[in-house]
């Protein structure tokens, strides 16, 4: 799987609708309405970067709303699971801690695809 489509993946499985720039960099857009006082509203409408394999936040929120279980080997290795020892369906393994997380994440958005 290519570097984007993990994060659009992993965007995905967040709910967010994630977009997918020339470039393949991956962004999600986003809408702040701002009321004032007398009651008016603004909209101001930006995006922001989505990329959980640089941007340690949206790795830690990946793992928060994902449930996920990390573990670090004899050797160093980041072990990351979406369950218990027990039943385990999907499992991943890097030296880089938030590859794992996204590896992990986008297993699981793909799997949970197919089975729709």
């Not at 962004?27 to 970067?49: E, G």
């Not at 959980?52 to 929120?61: E, K, N, V, Y």
């Not at 279980?69 to 020892?85: C, F, T």
Request: aromatic fraction near 8%; include cysteine; glycine fraction near 4%.
């Amino acid at each position: 799987m290519k570097y984007h489509e993990m994060n659009q993946l992993c965007g995905q499985a967040m709910g967010y609708t994630v977009y997918v720039n020339e470039h393949n960099l991956c962004y999600l857009s986003k809408v702040d309405v701002l009321m004032f006082s007398d009651h008016s509203k603004t909209q101001s409408k930006y995006s922001i970067s989505y990329d959980p394999q640089s941007d340690d936040q949206q790795a830690m929120d990946l793992i928060k709303t994902m449930k996920l279980r990390i573990d670090i080997s004899k050797d160093g290795r980041w072990l990351v699971s979406n369950g218990s020892p027990s039943s385990l369906s999907v499992f991943t393994e890097s030296k880089v801690l938030n590859i794992a997380i996204v590896e992990c994440v986008a297993k699981i958005q793909l799997e949970k695809m197919l089975n729709e």
